[in-house]
C-alpha cells in the first residue's frame, strides 16, 4: 500500500481531510459556488444540495471517528459521500487545472479527491467491522437517504434561493 493511502487512513489526516479542509474550501471558495456577484460560480445552481452533501459527510465521518460503533448504515453514507467527493472533483477539474496554472492556488481544488481518499477506506473500515446481519439493507438505506436528503435539500431550497437572488439583483 502506498505511503499516501497509509497516511490517509490514520484519523489525523482523517480529520483534516474530510472535516476540516472542507470547512476551510467552502468558506475560501472564489468560483464554484460563489464566483462572480450575479452568476453564483460554476456550481452556484447546485450549493444547497452540494452544501448539504458536504455536511452530510463531514458529520458522518465526525461520528465514526469518534464513535465505537461501526455500522453498515454510515458505511452507506460515506460510501455515497466518496462518490460525492468524486463527482465534485471531476467537475472541479477544468476551473482546478486553470487555477493552478494562472493563480497557483487552484492546487486546492484538488481537495475533494483526498477527501475521497479519506472516505473511501472509513466507509470500507465501518462495513467490514459492522456486526449486524441486516448489513446490505443497512447500508443501501444510508446511500439512498444520503442522496435523498441532498436531493430533496436542493428541491425544497432552490425556488426559494432563486427568488431571492432574482429580488436583490432587480
Known amino acids: 500500500m502506498s505511503k499516501l493511502k497509509l497516511w490517509l487512513q490514520r484519523p489525523v489526516a482523517a480529520w483534516w481531510f474530510g472535516v476540516i479542509v472542507p470547512i476551510l474550501m467552502v468558506a475560501a471558495d472564489p468560483a464554484i459556488f460563489h464566483g462572480g456577484a450575479r452568476e453564483g460560480g460554476m456550481l452556484g445552481f447546485a450549493t444547497a444540495g452540494c452544501y448539504c ?67 473511501g477506506p472509513q466507509a470500507r473500515r465501518a462495513y467490514q467491522e459492522s456486526t449486524s446481519d441486516q448489513r446490505v439493507p443497512s447500508f443501501w438505506l444510508g446511500f439512498v437517504l444520503y442522496a435523498g436528503a441532498c436531493g430533496l435539500a436542493q428541491w425544497q431550497i432552490d425556488p426559494h434561493w432563486l427568488l431571492s437572488v432574482t429580488a436583490l439583483y432587480r
Open 53 to 119: 452533501a458536504i455536511l452530510l459527510g463531514m458529520v458522518t465521518l465526525a461520528y465514526h471517528l469518534r464513535s465505537n460503533r461501526r455500522t453498515a448504515f454510515v458505511a452507506g453514507v460515506l460510501a455515497a459521500a466518496t462518490l460525492f467527493a468524486i463527482v465534485l472533483g471531476v467537475v472541479m477539474l477544468p476551473i482546478t487545472a486553470l487555477g493552478t496554472v494562472f493563480l497557483g492556488i487552484g492546487i486546492f481544488g484538488l481537495s475533494p479527491f483526498f477527501a475521497a481518499l479519506v472516505f
